[in-house]
T-cell receptor, first 114, second 115 residues
Framework: GAGVSQSPRYKVAKRGQDVALRCDPI?????LFWYQQALGQGPEFLTY????????KSGLPSDRFFAERPEGSVSTLKIQRTQQEDSAVYLC????????????FGPGTRLTVT | KQEVTQIPAALSVPEGENLVLNCSFT??????LQWFRQDPGKGLTSLLL?????REQTSGRLNASLDKSSGRSTLYIAASQPGDSATYLCAARNAGGTSYGKLTFGQGTILTVHP
């Protein structure tokens, strides 16, 4: 079956623009995670969904970041009024359930804010 | 709060050498530990996942060990090849605090295998 897909793969935004990043998880996966990977760093947790419920958003760096998963499948990460420090790769992962189940990662969206 | 550290930050070896990458974590309340490979500009490729009850996992030339009590994991690569050149990341799946198991990653080890 298909893996986790993300779109767009690359996004260039001018400072101050709003962007929306999409994640299509593996069908049937309850859990969905977003991570942010700055250049030369390991990924860092942003937020977690169980079905449509956002159970943890403690990693979102500011209130400009907003994530949703309204029907418990596709998720969108929105960044308002982008800043240069938002430039990073945004990774989405899904797993069958939370806890010890393996997380499967998408290819990521590389966001560059100019 | 879980912290994951990887040593060394970078490693350059000649082809054919056996090598060890190290990962340490501060909170032993983990479901499992996972090693990933990341090629430049690419996503994450899962290499090995070791459950907290296991001591090691093997896949081909790769062997990963886990000592949960001491907060350490190692990734052993046998007979390294230039195609092994990549960044290697370890990640702990946290069991403490929440039940859903978010991953905490190390900074990665950049491996270069030269012919």
């Amino acid at each position: 079956g298909a893996g986790v897909s993300q779109s767009p793969r690359y996004k260039v935004a001018k400072r101050g623009q709003d962007v929306a990043l999409r994640c299509d998880p593996i069908s049937g996966h309850v859990s969905l995670f977003w991570y942010q990977q700055a250049l030369g760093q390991g990924p860092e947790f942003l937020t977690y969904f169980q079905n449509e419920a956002q159970l943890d958003k403690s990693g979102l760096p500011s209130d400009r970041f907003f994530a949703e998963r309204p029907e418990g499948s596709v998720s969108t990460l929105k960044i308002q009024r982008t800043q240069q420090e938002d430039s990073a790769v945004y990774l989405c992962a899904s797993s069958f359930k939370g806890g010890p189940y393996e997380q499967y990662f998408g290819p990521g969206t590389r966001l560059t804010v100019t | 709060k879980q912290e994951v550290t990887q040593i060394p930050a970078a490693l350059s070896v000649p082809e054919g050498e056996n090598l060890v990458l190290n990962c340490s974590f501060t909170d032993s309340a983990i479901y499992n530990l996972q090693w990933f490979r990341q090629d430049p500009g690419k996503g994450l490729t899962s290499l090995l996942l070791i459950q907290s009850s296991q001591r090691e996992q093997t896949s081909g030339r790769l062997n990963a060990s886990l000592d949960k009590s001491s907060g350490r994991s190692t990734l052993y690569i046998a007979a390294s090849q230039p195609g092994d050149s990549a960044t290697y990341l370890c990640a702990a799946r946290n069991a403490g605090g929440t039940s859903y198991g978010k991953l905490t990653f190390g900074q990665g080890t950049i491996l270069t295998v030269h012919p």
